[in-house]
C-alpha cells in the first residue's frame, strides 16, 4: 500500500467500489474495520501474514451477520481490501486455508503447531509465517491478529474458548509461543467478544423495527383496499 495515502483517501476508494447505500448499524463497522485495515497497511512494521487475513476475514462475516441485502456482503468486502490497495481473494484463500487446518487438527494439535512444538507436512510455508513472527521483535500485533488465532482455535475445539479460564490458559501457550502480548490479546478479544454480543442484540432491535413497519404497511394496504371509493359514491348519488 503506498504508505501516504491518508484514511479519507481510503475511504474515498472504497465507496468509488462500493457504490450501494450501507444499512444504518452496519456502516460503523465496516468503517471501523476500513480504518484499521488501513492504519496497519500504512504501518512500516506491519507485515501482512494468514492469520491476519483469518481475522478480517472473521470480523467481517460476524459482525455482517444478517445484512440485507446478503449479495451486498461481497462487494463491501471486495470494496475494504481493495480500498487499501490488496487482493479480497487473498485473504479469503489464506483464511480458508488456515480454517481447514484448524477443522482437521484437535485442539491440542493446533496449540502445539501455533506454539512451533509441531509442524505439519503440508504446512511449511505456514510454519516459516509462525517462525517469522515469533522471531521479529518489531512484529505489529492487531487485534485482527488476535481474532484470527481465536478463530483457529474455536474451530479446532469450542472448549478452548468457551470459559474465560480455559480460554486465559489457552492464550498463555499461544503468547508465549509466539511472543505475544498476553495481556493484549486478552483484552482484544474480551471487547470483540462484547462487541458481538451488542451487534446482534442491535440486530434484534432492527429486525423489531423492520417487522414493526411492515405491519404498519400491511395494515395500511388493507385499509385503502377496503375503503369505499369516493369518486364512485359521488357518481351514484349524482345520478
Same mark, same amino acid.
Request: glycine letters at 4%; charged letters at 30%.
Given at each position: ?69 446478503? !449479495?451486498? !456482503? ?89 470459559? !474465560? ?45 423492520? !417487522? ?28
Amino acid at each position: 500500500m503506498n504508505k501516504n495515502r491518508t484514511v479519507s483517501d481510503t475511504k474515498r476508494s472504497f465507496y468509488t467500489i462500493h457504490t450501494r447505500p450501507i444499512n444504518s448499524i452496519y456502516r460503523r463497522v465496516v468503517e471501523e474495520l476500513m480504518v484499521e485495515m488501513h492504519l496497519l497497511s500504512a504501518n512500516a512494521d506491519f507485515q501482512y501474514d494468514s492469520i491476519y487475513a483469518l481475522g478480517v476475514v472473521t470480523a467481517f462475516n460476524r459482525f455482517m451477520l444478517g445484512y440485507v441485502p446478503e !449479495q451486498d !456482503q461481497d462487494s463491501i468486502f471486495n470494496g475494504l481490501c481493495k480500498a487499501v490497495e490488496d487482493d479480497p481473494d487473498r485473504y479469503k484463500h489464506d483464511a480458508h486455508r488456515l480454517e481447514s487446518l484448524a477443522q482437521r487438527l484437535s485442539g491440542s494439535e493446533l496449540l502445539s503447531w501455533l506454539d512451533r512444538s509441531t509442524s505439519f507436512d503440508d504446512t511449511g510455508d505456514l510454519q516459516g509465517s509462525l517462525e517469522a513472527i515469533a522471531n521479529n521483535p518489531q512484529f505489529k500485533y492487531s487485534r485482527l491478529f488476535a481474532i484470527g488465532l481465536f478463530s483457529m482455535l474455536e474451530k479446532a475445539d469450542p472448549n478452548l474458548v468457551k470459559d !474465560q479460564a480455559t480460554l486465559n490458559d489457552t492464550l498463555k501457550k499461544v503468547c508465549g509461543g509466539l511472543h505475544l502480548p498476553e495481556d493484549k490479546v486478552s483484552k482484544d478479544l474480551d471487547l470483540y467478544r462484547s462487541n458481538l454480543e451488542k451487534m446482534a442484540q442491535a440486530r434484534i432491535v432492527l429486525e423489531d423495527v423492520i !417487522q414493526a413497519e411492515r405491519k404498519k404497511r400491511e395494515k395500511r394496504d388493507l385499509a385503502n383496499q377496503t375503503s369505499p371509493n369516493p369518486s364512485l359514491d359521488s357518481t351514484e348519488s349524482t345520478n
